[in-house]
């Protein structure tokens, strides 16, 4: 009892303890653009959470099949939805880095575009700017061509961000059937472009 006294007020006598309770949100399928009683095959949901107190932001991603699709929605902490992008079917979800001028970041990585033999991948930068959510960089992680036995290719992307924050170096690799070994593809860096808020050609 004396434990509950204590926690009591130490939560009165401190703000950030007395905000801290967890965010509320909707129903996943309510923010989706076909309502609560659309039907979404195989829907399944992550969310991430970022920042203190009130001033919490969660990211809300929402993936589905027929055909593979996704959203990603950005919510304030008591629910109320600030904004959303397009995803593509989610692989993964995570803090990005700290970007100059915007702050925290969410690293999304998606698979948007399938075929008989074919798969593409992207990972998008995403971040809320000026209240709403916004891509701030976006590349292909992964195409896959395997169609025809002997004839298929595949190329990987990876990325590397600066300390600050402020520039992202892509290097890639391809694999071509019946060669052996991975050719490495053309580099390239993009710039965070503080008038547009989003990355661009450095230069």
């Known amino acids: 009892m004396r434990g509950l006294v204590l926690l009591g007020l130490l939560a009165a006598a401190s703000p950030a303890l007395a905000q801290d309770k967890p965010c509320t949100a909707p129903p996943v399928r309510s923010l989706l ?12 949901a992550q969310t ?12 809300v991603a929402a993936s589905w099949f027929g055909p593979m699709n996704g959203q990603l929605h950005a ?27 915007v702050g925290a970041t969410v690293l999304l990585e998606a698979t948007t575009g399938t075929g ?19 891509v701030l960089w976006e590349q292909v992680s992964l195409t896959k061509h395997s169609a025809q036995r ?8 990876s990325w590397r961000f600066a300390p600050d924050g402020a ?24 710039c ?12």
């Not at 653009?33 to 399944?44: F, N, S």
Request: charge should be positive.
């Open 75 to 101: 919510l304030d902490c008591t629910g109320k939805k600030l904004g959303a992008v397009e995803s593509g079917y989610l692989r993964s979800m995570k803090p990005g880095p700290a970007v100059p001028g």
């Open 33 to 44: 653009p076909g309502g609560p009683g659309y039907v979404y095959p195989e829907l399944k």
């Open 167 to 190: 520039r992202i170096e892509v290097t890639g690799t391809r694999q071509q059937d019946g060669t052996p070994g991975r050719a490495a593809l053309p580099a390239a860096s993009h």
């Open 150 to 157: 002997g004839h298929g290719s595949e190329a990987r992307y």
């Open 192 to 203: 965070w472009k503080p008038a547009e808020k989003a990355f661009g050609g450095c230069g």
């Open 48 to 59: 991430l959470v970022q920042g203190q107190g009130a001033a919490r932001v969660q990211w």
């Open 116 to 134: 008989t033999g074919y798969r593409e991948d992207m990972v998008r930068l995403v971040a809320l700017v000026d209240g709403t959510a916004k």
